[in-house]
């Protein structure tokens, strides 16, 4: 049991570049989600899936989009990066019972992306 | 990571001593409240949690203490050692869904051995 899996763990972009994050659960989760994190805040929610074929705009989707294509997986892309984004990305999961958030997030060690 | 570790209050305590780290939340409507550890290069991990319909919860060596008078949380290490040097936040959820989740910036905890 993995748990929640993030690839890349490190990537560096130039300006402009897009890249895909992958994010994969084998705990049967519905509920996954993208964050950010930045020095001096708390975890920021980028874009959020309640389950396979659905996402939502959390707190700060401008610049990324997700798919949630099959249950398991869910993908946050970066069209055109910018140094803005240079942060450390995390995916999340949790179960079904979740609907109100009560259940605690089930986190990946995250991407750090740098955007030159 | 050590980025998150930047202009964040820091707790240093002696090995096998007790840690008492504090969290102020911010809407009296939130009814759950999480405990979340996480190491240098790693994902946050899940301590303890609380509804809003108890005042403490113990587990191995934590305890949460939640005062909503004060809109107040705390967390409550045991014996502390080596091994729970990390930064802790906690993650209060206000009613309406999953997205209603605001996360604190955390409390760096040093153990000194």
């Known amino acids: 049991n993995a748990g929640v899996t993030q690839t890349p763990k490190f990537r560096v972009l130039k300006t402009g570049q897009s890249m895909t994050l992958l994010c994969a659960q084998d705990m049967n989760h519905e509920y996954m989600y993208w964050y950010r994190q930045d020095p001096g805040m708390g975890l920021r929610l980028i874009h959020y899936?309640?389950?396979?074929?659905?996402?939502a705009k959390g707190e700060v989707p401008d610049g990324y989009n997700v798919s949630r294509l099959k249950k398991q997986n869910f993908l946050l892309g970066l069209e055109s990066a910018a140094p803005s984004q240079t942060s450390v990305y995390f995916c999340a999961s949790s179960t079904g019972q979740g609907a109100r958030g009560n259940s605690p997030l089930h986190f990946g060690n995250g991407t750090r992306l740098t955007v030159t | 990571g050590e980025s998150v570790g930047l202009h964040l209050p820091t707790l240093s305590v002696q090995e096998g001593d007790n840690s008492i780290i504090n969290c102020a939340y911010s809407?009296?409507?939130?009814?759950?409240f999480i405990w979340y550890k996480q190491e240098s290069g790693k994902g946050p991990q899940f301590i303890i949690d609380i509804r809003s319909n108890m005042d403490k919860r113990q587990g191995q060596r934590v305890t949460v203490l939640l005062n909503k008078t004060v809109k107040h949380l705390s967390l409550q290490i045991a014996a502390t050692q080596p091994g729970d040097s990390a930064v802790y936040f906690c993650a209060e959820n206000r009613p309406g869904g999953y997205q209603k989740v605001t996360f604190g910036i955390g409390t760096k905890l040093q153990v000194i051995p």
């Open positions: 899936s309640v389950g396979e074929g659905t996402t």
């Open positions: 809407n009296s409507a939130s009814d759950y």
